[in-house]
């Protein structure tokens, strides 16, 4: 028997008694707790912190967001943290899916914007709801078919003769004939994956709508096999303009086939494993959303690596990658996202900013002056009831200055981008939501 468990970001999740509906603390199984221990040490041998252990009893999450499932059918769902008033579940659900999309670049299929307000699902049941849709699209465009070789023994002649196989007979077959000949069907590489990936969801879906038209999609594609060598046949998957109507549904079926996981659970157990590192999926949603409102003419650079901190001999040191790069004829800017809840009424306390993340920034303004102009530094952070407006500048000296911003994920928009003169178009600067 499934259980599911709710929480959010840095939650604690303990085999004790714990209070119901507390997405901050939750229950679950001495089996779940000793898997997730388990799999926790793997990360960390790996570089990584999924969780932290705190006794015997106690777990404490880390900033890892999505959806695992244990051998024992604890199935995990941890959502970002960044509501606190309302329905934190659904609210948290909808941007997570926003944000996913983004850093994948997902076209999600939806029916109508009715459809998108009403569908609170888990993440998991989101993604192959999106794949079954995209499916379903394809199979009524028309999959498509290719020539496939066969070579066979036929008593008469179909296509054309292997003479070498044919001299080979052995007597008394000699009124066999060994012929090859093309067949016309559905069985290539890319229709194959899409086979696989539908077998599992229909195999895991408790959603009675996915469960439904998955299995309507297994009867229409019942001819073609689930594919045997899913890293093979991607490599296979072509890309010509006779194959673009599969380009939508491929990052789906990726998804689905754990192909393009931020995070792969390993191991030899293949449950449910949609794990994303928060700090990353805000990063690339800043990205894209700043890069959908820049100016004309300004260039973005996203995960540049031009400069290092220092050199050692003839070659350089500690390389210096910012998150990006903003570039005029007659400016630069360069931005830092942080995952991090900064607080603009504990100004005693510098705002809870990190002292680390400063030297970082100043070490940039320093390798990454674009001539002899000093850059202008910015640390972008999630907007928040603490943190809705900049807060005031940071002098280094000599000119170089840093800005504190709020991020808003539910508008989009960088808020004060003014204040460094962010070259953004009019409608995207200081947007705050009322």
Not at 54 to 72: A, F, H, N
Not at 105 to 131: C, H, I, N
Request: proline share 5%; glycine share 6%; aromatic share 10%.
């Amino acid at each position: 028997m499934s259980t599911n468990v709710i929480v959010r970001e840095y939650a604690r999740l303990t085999t004790a008694p714990v209070p119901p509906d507390n997405l901050d603390c939750a229950h679950i199984s001495e089996t779940a707790f000793d898997w997730l221990c388990d799999l926790s040490a793997s990360f960390n041998r790996a570089g990584a912190t999924l969780l932290q252990v705190e006794g015997r009893q106690s777990l404490k999450w880390d900033s890892y967001v999505g959806v695992i499932e244990t051998p024992c059918g604890t199935r995990l769902e941890i959502l970002p943290k960044h509501f606190e008033q309302g329905d934190c579940v659904v609210k948290s659900r909808t941007l997570l899916r926003k944000l996913i999309q983004a850093a994948l670049f997902l076209k999600p299929r939806q029916v109508s914007v009715t459809a998108l307000e009403l569908f609170d699902a888990p993440l998991t049941e989101w993604v192959m709801g999106q794949y079954l849709n995209e499916l379903d699209a394809l199979v009524k465009r028309g999959i498509r078919f290719d020539y496939t070789r066969v070579e066979e023994e036929r008593p008469f002649l179909r296509g054309q003769l292997n003479v070498v196989a044919q001299l080979r007979q052995p007597p008394g077959r000699q009124h066999q004939f060994q012929v090859r000949h093309d067949v016309y069907l559905p069985d290539r590489a890319e229709n194959r994956l899409l086979k696989l990936a539908l077998e599992q969801v229909a195999k895991v879906t408790q959603l009675p709508a996915n469960w439904r038209l998955a299995n309507e999609l297994r009867a229409l594609l019942a001819e073609i096999p689930a594919s045997r060598r899913v890293a093979q046949d991607f490599r296979l998957w072509s890309r010509d303009r006779l194959m673009a109507h599969y380009g939508a549904i491929r990052p789906w079926c990726e998804l689905v086939l754990n192909q393009q996981m931020p995070v792969a659970v390993q191991g030899t157990w293949q449950g449910v494993s949609l794990l994303f590192p928060m700090e990353r999926l805000f990063e690339n949603y800043v990205q894209q959303s700043l890069g959908k409102q820049l100016r004309p003419g300004v260039e973005l650079t996203a995960q540049t690596s031009q400069a290092d901190l220092c050199l050692h001999g003839d070659r350089g040191v500690f390389r210096l990658k910012p998150d990006l790069l903003i570039d005029t004829a007659e400016q630069r800017w360069v931005l830092d996202t942080k995952w991090k809840r900064i607080d603009q009424r504990n100004a005693e306390h510098n705002y809870n900013l990190r002292q680390s993340d400063f030297y970082q920034l100043f070490a940039y303004g320093h390798k990454y002056r674009n001539g002899g102009n000093v850059p202008r530094l910015v640390l972008i952070y999630p907007y928040w009831a603490g943190l809705q407006r900049a807060l005031p500048v940071f002098d280094y000296g000599e000119g170089l200055q840093l800005w504190a911003l709020p991020f808003d994920l539910e508008a989009g928009c960088l808020v004060d981008a003014e204040v460094a003169s962010v070259p953004l178009v009019g409608r995207a600067l200081g947007a705050v939501r009322g």
